[in-house]
């Protein structure tokens, strides 16, 4: 309350209700001539006051506000740092191990154009046929029971004649078919065959 408010309050009777105007007046006049406010200009001050206290509460709100997303905003750009290292480390060691892999691989293409190519082996020859028989006459199909030079009788004495198709003669005179050949007279007695374009005798080739 005032203080005129108080003075007018104290003057309770009639007649103070009657001078409540004049006492106002007077009132208002010593203020103002001792320099204080006026009650309404205390009444604006304080409005003013609280009007100003209102703006403050709402920047400071404001402010708090700001405050937290700044946080948050720090926070969120923290992990993404740390994401982003976690990644790059990824990345590097994935490029490391490439490069490895890369280099090993170039360096067994390198060693691998250096050495002189294998040409292939060749393949074996076939082994010829046995031309001899452990028993009996050593002619084809020939059962006769032996003699000499693994011949039966009659074929002993036609290979001496030199007219045996395939056997090698006293002179190394050979008849295969049509085809005649010159061999060692060591050779005498031998069967001998044509395979693959090359002459053998008891399955040496000469």
């Known amino acids: 309350m ?3 408010d108080t003075l ?10 009657a001078l409540d105007p004049a006492i106002r007046d ?3 006049a010593v203020l103002k001539e001792h320099g204080y406010a006026s009650p309404a200009e205390v009444q604006a001050l304080r409005d003013e006051v609280r009007d ?4 403050v509460d709402g920047m400071q709100a404001r402010l708090d506000a700001a405050v937290k997303m700044a ?4 926070a969120a750009s923290a992990e993404s740092v740390k994401v982003a290292r976690a990644e790059a480390e990824s990345a590097r060691s994935t490029a490391a191990a490439v490069r490895v892999e890369l ?5 067994e293409l390198r060693n691998s154009r250096a050495a002189p190519a294998s040409p292939p082996a060749p393949a074996p020859a076939p082994a010829p046929a ?3 028989h452990a028993e009996g006459c050593k002619v084809p199909g020939c059962t006769g029971t032996l003699r000499s030079k693994g011949f039966c009788s009659p074929h002993y004495q036609q290979w001496r004649r030199g007219n045996l198709n395939g056997f090698v003669g006293l ?3 050979l008849t295969l078919g049509e085809g005649q050949y010159k061999v060692k007279t060591a050779l005498a007695g031998g069967r001998g065959e044509v395979r693959e374009g090359k002459l053998f005798v008891d399955g040496q080739a000469v």
Do not use: C, F, N, Y
Not at 8 to 17: D, E, H, I, N, S
Not at 52 to 55: A, E, P, V
Not at 103 to 107: D, M, T, V
């Open 8 to 17: 007018v309050a104290r003057l309770g009777r009639p007649a103070g209700k």
């Open 71 to 74: 946080e948050e905003a720090r």
């Open 26 to 28: 007077i009132v208002h």
């Open 130 to 132: 046995p031309t001899t």
């Open 171 to 173: 002179d190394g005179h």
């Open 52 to 55: 100003m206290r209102g703006r």
């Open 2 to 4: 005032s203080l005129i």
């Open 103 to 107: 280099e090993k691989q170039i360096a």
